[in-house]
């Protein structure tokens, strides 16, 4: 039987495009419409719409949750999902957790018991046994099982990427800073590229990490300061946490980047308003917001996608703290 990826090659156009004209969006040229009309009758092809039971048939909602809307990368990430969305002619529900594991479970079960089309989904919560694979699912950072598609970006490289230009900027021994959760994610990549890369090429390094359970800055840089004076460069695994140990290290004395060298991960500073511009390994956000929802979307047509995680290429992005 054709799919719609069928119907897309025949006409020479995207996927979504194709479900563009099935379901009668306006924004769609009446060349455009005509070739897949066109091939749509040439295949034969029944559009999985009418095909599916009638939950699937109604619904064009697509559920995003999030642990923070006032996060920069995580707004960032809802702008260009939401942006996706209305291109393919869906709408966009989207849910704040607050990072809370049992606001996480009580959207899921909204989410189910309203029948939306689809999921994408970032947390860092132990919420594996609440997700239900009946609607499509698709994660950002984070391995849910077998069923549920992983887009992240190459968070290994990232590692990698750091130490080697922390290197590059004279740094002799550097050290990794990180909030972590319970549950596993791709983020704990970024500190296993930087300790491998770290040992390729024998520079000195220690790891520093504290679950984000009953975590606290203050004490956090403390410990830090108390037993890592020495250290001439950082990666912090997330911009916010690089902010905040700029700030911890100028109320030392030490300044940045002349004493300590210092990369974040997310690249969410995108202007020069700020000082220092923070040099940072920058995140793909647009490429993966829409690659989810088009990876989706292909899910919600029935397809079976040939890879369970799909991971982007970071760049480095050069600023004034190295």
């Known amino acids: 039987m054709p799919s719609i990826k069928d119907v897309?090659?025949?006409?020479?156009?995207g996927v979504g495009t194709v479900s563009r004209v099935i379901n009668n969006h306006l924004n769609v040229t009446p060349e455009t419409i005509k070739k897949v009309n066109d091939a749509i009758k040439q295949l034969n092809y029944i559009p999985n719409e009418v095909a599916r039971n009638f939950k699937m048939q109604k619904s064009k909602m697509v559920a995003l949750l999030l642990p923070s809307v006032w996060h920069p990368f995580f707004s960032e990430m809802a702008f260009y999902i939401e942006d996706q969305l209305d291109q393919d002619g869906f709408k966009l529900m989207l849910c704040n957790s607050g990072g809370r594991p049992d606001k996480e479970v009580y959207y899921l079960d909204m989410f189910y018991q309203n029948k939306v089309?689809?999921?994408?989904?970032?947390?860092?919560?132990d919420i594996e046994a609440n997700v239900n694979t009946d609607i499509p699912f698709i994660s950002i950072d984070r391995h849910l099982g077998t069923k549920i598609t992983c887009v992240t970006s190459d968070n290994y490289d990232g590692g990698r990427v750091a130490l080697r230009e922390l290197a590059k900027a004279g740094v002799k021994k550097a050290a990794y800073l990180g909030i972590t959760s319970d549950a596993y994610s791709e983020v704990v990549l970024r500190k296993n590229g930087f300790v491998d890369e770290a040992k390729l090429h024998?520079?000195?390094y220690v790891t520093f990490e504290e679950n984000d359970n009953g975590y606290n800055d203050?004490?956090?840089?403390n410990r830090f300061f108390q037993n890592h004076g020495d250290i001439d460069g950082i990666f912090a695994n997330t911009d916010i946490l690089a902010a905040k140990y700029i700030k911890k290290a100028n109320e030392k004395g030490l300044k940045v980047p002349e004493d300590v060298k210092v990369i974040g991960y997310?690249?969410?500073?995108?202007n020069d308003l700020f000082h220092p511009i923070l040099s940072t390994i920058r995140q793909p956000v647009e490429e993966m917001a829409r690659m989810s929802v088009n990876l989706l979307l292909r899910k919600i047509e029935g397809e079976e996608l040939e890879q369970e995680i799909y991971r982007i290429p970071i760049h480095y992005r050069i600023g004034e703290t190295t």
């Open 218 to 221: 203050e004490a956090f840089f």
């Open 266 to 270: 997310d690249g969410i500073q995108d």
């Open 202 to 204: 024998g520079i000195e």
């Open 8 to 13: 897309a090659n025949l006409a020479g156009v």
């Open 117 to 125: 089309a689809g999921i994408i989904g970032l947390t860092y919560n």
